[in-house]
């Protein structure tokens, strides 16, 4: 289905078909297991009955045998593993029977370091001779492969030759080989190098990810080669759009050719959007929400809290600047002495320490305009002078903000972790009403509100929780005082800290299932923190005392009973924030998002929680069933059915902020108001609208405290 310039639209015009069109996506992980595309197919009665507009599938091209999400791609064909083209086209028209349209996730970025990816070995195999050398973005005439456990020198045994296939193999590695080599030596001479994965490729890679080569999607054989069998479907959504060399110029080729461009793009607080897109994915929209459900007041008691139980009087700017360090010079150094050689020799000095300190210090992901953290003007030289290498440096920042923040100082810091989210505002602790409108005032109905996805540190009903917690932080301390004294855990204080959090976050019943779950979490966080433990070198004395922290609490009788006592308040004013999230996201100006599974109470944690399978029959199950009862398994999922069928109402609306007391957020959008509850202590409200509550089909005639003890009303005047 293909509209816009093609056909002549006007820009105008090309903007009102979307905004008729899309309201609501439901994103699905694909997988060889399932769901794939013929499963799919069969969910088109379920998505009907929810009110989704459009099926947003993770990437459909071939992956890595077994992938999981479908991000490290060995080929631009539809994946036969998820049902080929014939599964994909059934799908497809099974959903267009139900009028439900497709958004697609495509990755432009990266491909897989992978035996499957052939263009990758045929590159191996003939170097810069390759026809497809210039697909991937690697330096050198022999590329650097990280796949061995360990140094050369100690693992060289391991490597041999199979004379018969003409290969070299090393584990599961069966790497083609150059010329007519006969020995290992040969092919490490003449072939491609061999390194500990620990020291790092000689190709640009997703953040510092191994096993995920860049590609040149700037060259237009690339980009040909990567959209020659890409699905007509309504819509994309790009992954990683930072990590273009030229972002605008792929975004108005994709624009051509289908109705809604939507990019991983995201913003910190105050970013403006300057890439050509339709809209982002919606982390923006789902930090300002989530800020909106902590009690700002409070921050200080929060603070002390913190600090007293750990230990720790974090700066968070010194924080940021030397976790960003690290990963710069450590974890990326391959990359960014790569870019600050080329900047070197084309400035014709050593502008190393300049490039390594505006990376270290520039506080957006990617620099979109004006150019800061430059004082020497070394950066707005090299952008004069030679673009393509200004280019290069902006194609690894993102790795370098997202590695060292989000997977590093996210991980350290503590004190809420329910502000620890993608995209997250740290400094930031609740924000104002009129910082919420200011921010929805003038958004885009093309643009996603996300609240859960696959790449979220936790689920929104995990973050209500959590957020709860803000407006109660000397019951907080009382209890989690108590909880050290049962457990009395010989670990990090900042480590019982989070694991205090992370169980009220996600706790449902004490499992074995549930005792692994939060056991991988624990080891993971502590990963990617890199104080204690690491990834390359795991500290597996210190994680032992931790995982014994989680078993003791597991098996402590008392304890659990002290938790589950507090969780009942902590669950029904989580549920109760959660609802009202929910309701700000479809009713607000953009196409409200969910990720699959969590249109029911869902309590997962960071990947690979939140990608376990989901049990759709189970899902499926509650149609022809509703309840409002905040406690109910079914009350979110009636929330978002009656509230996507008003959807469509306000679409175009403007957007009118409605004053009101502290605690409650209210908007008025075409015939519709909207008034939330977003702190549990909220009192004095008084407004006096009048309407037929569209959630609960009564007539209400002014507001008042007593009428949110549902947590929204969408009234219809």
């Known amino acids: 289905m293909l509209r816009g310039r093609r056909q002549g639209i006007s820009s105008l015009q090309e903007d009102f078909v979307v905004i008729s069109m899309f309201t609501s996506t439901y994103r699905i992980q694909l997988r060889e297991d399932g769901p794939n595309f013929l499963d799919v197919a069969d969910l088109g009665d379920y998505f009907s009955w929810l009110g989704i507009s459009h099926v947003y599938l993770s990437p459909a091209f071939r992956a890595r045998k077994g992938s999981t999400h479908g991000y490290d791609v060995v080929d ?19 959903l267009r029977e ?23 070995m045929d590159v191996l195999k ?89 590609v040149n999607v700037e ?25 273009l060399f030229d972002p605008f110029s792929y975004v108005e080729k994709m624009k051509e050719m289908f109705s809604l461009v939507l990019v991983e793009k995201i913003l910190t607080f105050g970013e403006e959007m300057r890439i050509p897109a339709h809209g982002t994915t919606g982390y923006d929209f789902m930090n300002y929400v989530n800020h909106l459900f902590i009690d700002k007041s409070k921050e200080g008691e929060v603070e002390r809290v913190y600090e007293q139980f750990t230990g720790r009087h974090d700066d968070l700017e010194s924080m940021i600047r030397e976790s960003k360090r690290k990963v710069i010079r450590k974890y990326m150094k391959n990359e960014f ?24 210090c520039l506080p957006v992901y990617r620099v979109y305009g004006e150019i800061p953290c430059d004082p020497s003007g070394v950066i ?16 690894i920042l993102p790795g ?38 200011s921010f929805m005032k003038f958004r885009p109905e093309t643009t996603m509100n996300a609240t859960s996805t696959h790449d979220t540190k936790m689920s929104e009903d995990v973050r209500a929780r959590i957020d709860y917690l803000s407006e109660i932080p000397e019951e907080w301390e009382s209890k989690i005082t108590y909880w050290r004294d049962l457990l009395r855990p010989d670990v990090d204080p900042v480590d019982e800290y989070r694991f205090y959090q992370a169980l009220v976050g996600s706790l449902e019943e004490f499992t074995p299932q549930y005792e692994e779950r939060i056991i991988s979490y624990m080891i993971k966080a502590m990963r990617e923190s890199k104080e204690r433990t690491t990834w390359e070198r795991p500290n597996e004395e210190y994680e032992r005392k931790v995982i014994s922290m989680v078993k003791d609490a597991f098996s402590n009788s008392s304890f659990r009973s002290d938790v ?48 376990r399978k989901v049990d759709f029959s189970l899902l499926r199950a509650m149609m022809g069933r509703e309840s409002l009862d905040v406690t109910s398994p079914l009350a979110k999922v009636t929330l978002i059915r009656r509230l996507l069928k008003v959807k469509r109402d306000v679409m175009g609306k403007p957007y009118e902020p409605l004053k009101v007391e502290r605690g409650y957020i209210a908007f008025k959008r075409g015939n519709y108001v909207v008034i939330a509850k977003t702190l549990s202590t909220a009192s004095g409200l008084s407004l006096k609208v009048s309407g037929l509550d569209v959630i609960k089909d009564q007539e209400v005639e002014g507001v008042t405290d007593d009428d949110l003890s549902f947590p929204v009303l969408v009234l219809k005047r």
């Open 76 to 94: 631009y064909v539809i994946s036969e593993a998820l049902g080929g083209v014939e599964g994909y086209l059934r799908m497809t028209q099974s």
């Open 98 to 120: 139900r009028g439900i349209g497709v958004i697609q996730d495509v990755v432009p970025n990266h491909m897989a370091v992978s035996t499957e990816n052939w263009r990758l």
């Open 126 to 214: 003939n170097g810069r001779g390759s026809r497809w050398s210039s697909t991937f973005d690697w330096w050198g005439e022999k590329m650097t492969l990280p796949i061995l456990e360990d140094e050369l020198d100690k693992v060289k045994h391991l490597i041999s030759i199979d004379h018969e296939k003409g290969e070299l193999v090393y584990r599961d590695w069966r790497l083609p080989l150059c010329d007519d080599v006969k020995t290992v030596d040969e092919a490490l001479e003449k072939c491609y190098n061999l390194t500990w994965w620990v020291n790092g490729p000689s190709y640009r890679r997703f953040f510092y990810v191994n096993c995920l080569i860049g």
């Open 219 to 243: 060259r237009d054989d690339v980009f040909q080669e990567q959209v020659r069998h890409l699905p007509k479907v309504d819509g994309v959504r790009i992954d990683h759009i930072d990590g």
């Open 337 to 360: 002495s790569h870019v600050a050689e080329l900047a070197s020799k084309s400035l014709g000095r050593d502008v190393s320490e300049e490039i390594y300190s505006f990376a270290e």
């Open 380 to 395: 707005h030289e090299l952008k004069e002078r030679d673009p393509w290498v200004y280019g290069k440096l902006q194609q």
């Open 400 to 437: 370098a903000f997202a590695k060292g923040i989000e997977d590093t100082v996210f991980y350290r810091f503590m004190r809420l972790m329910s502000v620890n989210e993608v995209g997250g505002f740290l400094t930031k602790f609740g924000i104002s009403q009129e910082e919420f409108h």
């Open 564 to 611: 589950f006592s507090f969780m009942t308040k902590v669950d029904l004013k989580g549920k109760e924030k959660s609802l009202a999230m929910i309701s700000l996201k479809i009713m607000s100006p953009g196409i409200a998002d969910f990720y699959q599974g969590t249109e029911v109470w869902n309590y997962s944690l960071v990947d690979p929680d939140n990608r």
